[in-house]
């Protein structure tokens, strides 16, 4: 399957590192125009070059799109897309009784309220062209929600419900709303992750074996997923393959879920 995106325009938030940049890179080898996304512009610039040096055509965006102005400005940069992408998140472990209500907010104007308001402002456009794609990052902890960071799990439950109801918005115009479900997933941000609940001595690949014999122990890889691995279905749910694919929640979660439906 041959998947060609020239002529599309795409945004990919929380892209200059991890699961985000090898969306970027995804979409970037099939002919796409990328925009790189982060807060800091150190970062966007190294992450655009990176794209731009293995032939993709890619540009960037500093904003903090978690905030109204920060979306904003994006807007003024960037006014329409084809292939929107909310992969922006933060998780951390907290005991479930220690979470307190600032990190009940924060964890949902980052994961939640970021995507509602670019979908909310991309999809009037997309809408008008007859043709686009939005897909949020969820995760598995949506569907089984973990007890060491039950505030970032609901949040990611709220991503699914998102996506749903965008999609019945969008219904019968040419746009798909999707989300995928991504499982325990190699990137920087989850090996620190994976030592705060693991001896930090153990060198990373016996530290992730145990991380994911503990407290990840229905994978059916039985290893951390790569980041090309999740970018490759955002990439197909962005092409025209992928065209009566909507409202659903896609899993690229290793056999994680321990269900036949999401």
């Given at each position: 399957m041959h998947i060609d995106l020239t002529g599309k325009?795409?945004?990919v938030t929380g892209?200059?590192?991890?699961i985000g940049l090898a969306i970027a890179g995804g979409l970037a080898r099939s002919g796409a125009r990328v925009t790189v996304n982060g807060r800091s512009a150190d970062r966007v610039e190294a992450a655009v070059s990176a794209l731009r040096e293995a032939g993709g055509d890619a540009i960037g965006v500093a904003a903090d799109v978690t905030t109204t102005a920060g979306v904003e400005q994006v807007l003024a940069e960037i006014p329409r897309v084809d292939v929107?992408?909310?992969n922006l998140g933060i998780f951390g472990a907290v005991p479930a009784r220690e979470i307190s209500d600032d990190q009940w907010r924060t964890i949902f104007e980052v994961n939640v309220l970021s995507a509602a308001r670019l979908i909310r402002a991309y999809l009037p456009g997309m809408i008008a062209a007859g043709w686009g794609r939005a897909i949020q990052i969820a995760s598995d902890s949506a569907v089984v929600i973990p007890e060491e960071m039950i505030h970032y799990g609901v949040s990611k439950t709220a991503i699914l419900a998102l996506s749903r109801g965008f999609?019945?918005?969008?219904a019968g115009t040419g746009v798909t709303v999707n989300s995928v479900i991504a499982g325990p997933t190699h990137t920087a941000g989850v090996e620190d992750f994976v030592y705060q609940l693991v001896d930090r001595e153990l060198p990373w690949d016996e530290a992730q074996r145990e991380f994911m014999r503990k407290h990840r122990p229905q994978s059916l890889i039985q290893r951390l997923i790569e980041p090309e691995e999740i970018a490759n279905m955002v990439v197909y749910l962005s092409s025209p393959f992928a065209s009566a694919t909507t409202g659903g929640a896609l899993r690229v979660d290793g056999g994680y879920v321990d269900s036949i439906l999401p």
């Open positions: 325009t795409a945004l892209s200059t590192q991890g929107l992408v909310n999609a019945k918005d969008a």
